[in-house]
């Protein structure tokens, strides 16, 4: 089985590149999922191949600019503004209606959290603080069943909105 990129970074000790991918990956699925809740998945993805099922890891606004001359106007705004709407109250309204499941959600939060505190937080001239090894590998686990939680809940929104 080939290594794949957060595998790489965490064996590395890459642990900022690490961490931006992660986030990166939740957040992309989570995009993916709040849009499809809307019927607007399909201008994102209008023909999902085989390929793009398995590995929804294009990020959202790279489809956008891609589409952007085949997508009409009223969903694109429609697209930009729910885009724009804080993660944190995706997340609240996917669990709401049970597009996220309890620990999916605890787990991603506790991960957005941390990112947030590391990279967001009141240290100044530093991009996040030092930690231990076992902090680096407590928060990097949780990024991995974050990033894996959110492609579970991506195909869960994917599979409901390719059936017939």
Known sequence: MKEGWL???RRKGSFAE????????VE?????????EFNLLEFISPKLSKDSREHLGHSVEE??????????????KQI?????IPLV???DFLRSIGAIEKHEYSTIDKFRKERNHLFHGDVLGLPFRDLSNSEND??????EQAVGFSFDIALR????????
């Not at 992309?28 to 499809?36: G, Q, V």
């Open 18 to 25: 690490f961490m931006i991918l992660a986030w990166g990956h």
């Open 89 to 91: 109250k995706k997340m």
């Open 28 to 36: 992309a699925n989570l995009d993916r999922t709040f849009l499809a």
């Open 138 to 143: 407590s928060i990097m686990d949780r990024g």
């Open 63 to 76: 489809q956008l600019q891609q589409l952007l001359q085949r997508t009409k106007l009223k969903e694109l």
């Open 7 to 9: 595998q790489l970074l």
């Open 157 to 164: 929104s994917l599979s409901k909105s390719i059936r017939p």
């Open 80 to 84: 930009d503004l729910l885009l724009d």
